[in-house]
């Protein structure tokens, strides 16, 4: 990867590459046996840390899509979901689509039905909840969650973009 950003692609060997040098030198191995050696020695193994959170402390919201036969005809709705990230317990709501109303209503819904509300919510990137991306990392808020979020008295989190791994569940 280093090569890469330095700008060295093309002093770069391909895996096949590297085979047929080995095989030109006399050595009898398979394409497989350097595959996997450069798999195991070289390429990135990602590792996550387990987050704890106390009861009350964080809860997490996303959207999903579930497919339902209804009347005969097969639809797709959009299901609001809440999790909290110790204990286990989900709340979710079925709309129509994910419009601001509805990322609003869910929000209400739940927290009356958890009987409270808890320190911290968790968004990825959803457009109810990002207004625009500032610099690489910052992302700042849209009007109805910075209102939303000060009504009720939480904190708001964004994962970082393909980083499903920072929530709890």
Known sequence: ?????????????????????LVERGYDIGYTTVCNYIKETYEKKEAYIR?????????????GEVKLTI??????????????AKGSY???KLYQ????????????????????????????????????FVGRNEKEAT?????ISLYYGFRYRFCNIASGNEKGH
Request: no cysteine; hydrophobic share 35%; proline share 0%.
């Open 1 to 21: 990867e280093k090569n890469r950003l330095m700008g060295r692609t093309k002093q770069l060997m391909k895996k096949i590459d590297i085979h047929e040098e």
């Open 51 to 63: 987050q704890e959170y106390d009861l009350g402390e964080t809860l997490e919201f996303d959207w």
């Open 71 to 84: 009347d005969g005809r097969e639809t797709t709705l959009n299901m609001g979901l809440f999790t909290t």
């Open 90 to 92: 989900h709340y979710a």
């Open 97 to 132: 689509n994910q419009k601001m109303e509805n990322f609003l209503d869910i929000h209400v819904k739940a927290f009356n039905q958890i009987g409270g509300v808890h320190r911290e919510v968790v968004y990825d990137n959803m457009k109810q909840a990002v207004k625009r």
């Open 143 to 147: 009007e109805d969650l910075i209102k």
